[in-house]
């Protein structure tokens, strides 16, 4: 199984960042718009369009606030098994960690989703700590 964990420092403090992440509904507006096109709700689970024109159906897990950490399994495509976690970390003087791992078979899908995190990972920080400065 391929594990991705990628972690990215945010000029925003942790409360600022997870009230966005914990909106599952509109991440396509206030997390990470461009990256994700469109998403709508569904249940338990949330329709995801990305910019490249992937559409993944993510089932939530979990959503804890005291951890500030969500939890999610995509099904469709070419992966057998996919299950991520993005959590957030205070880490002072107004500013965060975010840190997203990813699980996902079959192995020689690592390489594209790879990619695609480090991409929404981009857009996110650019996206967070410029709604923190307009703050």
């Known amino acids: 199984m391929a594990s991705i964990r990628r972690e990215t420092q945010v000029a925003a403090s942790a ?3 997870w009230e966005v ?3 599952i509904g509109a991440i396509h507006r206030r997390l990470v718009p461009g990256f994700v096109t469109d998403c709508k709700l569904e249940g338990d689970a949330r329709i995801v369009t990305f910019g490249n024109g992937v559409v993944a159906r993510e089932v939530i897990v979990d959503l804890d606030d005291a ?5 999610w399994s995509a099904t469709g495509g070419r992966l057998t ?4 976690s993005l959590q957030i970390f205070d880490e002072g003087g107004g500013r965060s960690r975010l840190l997203w791992i990813a699980d996902l078979l079959p192995h020689e ?4 989703i790879a990619a695609m995190i480090d991409e ?3 857009v996110m920080k650019k996206t ?4 923190a400065a307009a703050q």
């Not at 951890?67 to 939890?71: I, Q, S």
């Not at 967070?128 to 709604?131: M, R, S």
């Open 21 to 23: 992440v914990r909106d």
């Open 81 to 84: 098994h996919h299950n991520a």
């Open 109 to 112: 899908m690592a390489a594209p």
């Open 120 to 122: 929404g990972m981009r």
């Open 15 to 17: 409360a600022q960042v």
């Open 128 to 131: 967070l700590e410029a709604q």
């Open 67 to 71: 951890a500030r950490r969500l939890v």
